[in-house]
T-cell receptor, first 113, second 112 residues
Framework: KAGVTQTPRYLIKTRGQQVTLSCSPISGHRSVSWYQQTPGQGLQFLFE???????NKGNFPGRFSGRQFSNSRSEMNVSTLELGDSALYLC????????????FGPGTRLLVL | GENVEQHPSTLSVQEGDSAVIKCTYS??????FPWYKQELGKGPQLIID?????GEKKDQRIAVTLNKTAKHFSLHITETQPEDSAVYFC???????????FGTGTRLLVSP
């Protein structure tokens, strides 16, 4: 079975721009969660989706948003990029929503200049 | 808010030695505790997990123990090998949610 895939793998943007990252979960998985990883803050939860509905959201500003499609693929969007948004953005998928094992993708490395 | 403390931040051992990483969580409602290994340039990979109705779980050279009373859980790696070198993260989650709260990570270096 193919693992979680994320595109693009690397991205360079400038301040003020917006960016959309994509995540394709493992086949059959219906839950997708997003995390931000930085050297200073570590791994932080962004949001979680199941059946196209956001079930939980972390403490991030409204510039961070996401959605999930009927095929369970998910996208996250960051508008008005700031330098501090530079990070590795990780997507994880699981079968369901009750403490199911989460499998992570390789991440998208975003650099904001 | 929820918090997971992880120690040590770095750990150097000789090949064949054992390594122990400890985590403490704050949310008494947490009852799922996974451990992830992250190698350079890759996403975290689940290596073992434990649920609150179990005190210990073992998978070959890796074991995890959980003390719910003390809110502690630990990762034990025996007979370490150079390929065990990576950053290890503990995490916790509460009932009904997929939100993982991660520890700050432990960089494990296994020298041949």
């Amino acid at each position: 079975k193919a693992g979680v895939t994320q595109t693009p793998r690397y991205l360079i943007k400038t301040r003020g721009q917006q960016v959309t990252l994509s995540c394709s979960p493992i086949s059959g998985h219906r839950s997708v969660s997003w995390y931000q990883q930085t050297p200073g803050q570590g791994l932080q939860f962004l949001f979680e989706y199941f059946s196209e509905t956001q079930r939980n959201k972390g403490n991030f500003p409204g510039r961070f948003s996401g959605r999930q499609f009927s095929n369970s693929r998910s996208e996250m969007n960051v508008s008005t990029l700031e330098l501090g948004d530079s990070a590795l953005y990780l997507c994880a998928s699981s079968l369901g929503v009750y403490q199911e094992t989460q499998y992570f993708g390789p991440g998208t490395r975003l650099l904001v200049l | 808010g929820e918090n997971v403390e992880q120690h040590p931040s770095t750990l150097s051992v000789q090949e064949g030695d054992s390594a122990v990483i400890k985590c403490t969580y704050s949310d008494s409602a947490s009852n799922y505790f996974p451990w992830y290994k992250q190698e350079l340039g890759k996403g975290p990979q689940l290596i073992i997990d434990i649920r609150s109705n179990v005190g210990e779980k073992k998978d070959q050279r890796i074991a995890v123990t959980l003390n719910k009373t003390a809110k502690h859980f630990s990762l034990h790696i025996t007979e370490t090998q150079p390929e065990d070198s990576a950053v290890y993260f503990c995490a916790s989650a509460g009932e009904g949610f997929q939100k993982l709260v991660f520890g700050t990570g432990t960089r494990l270096l296994v020298s041949p």
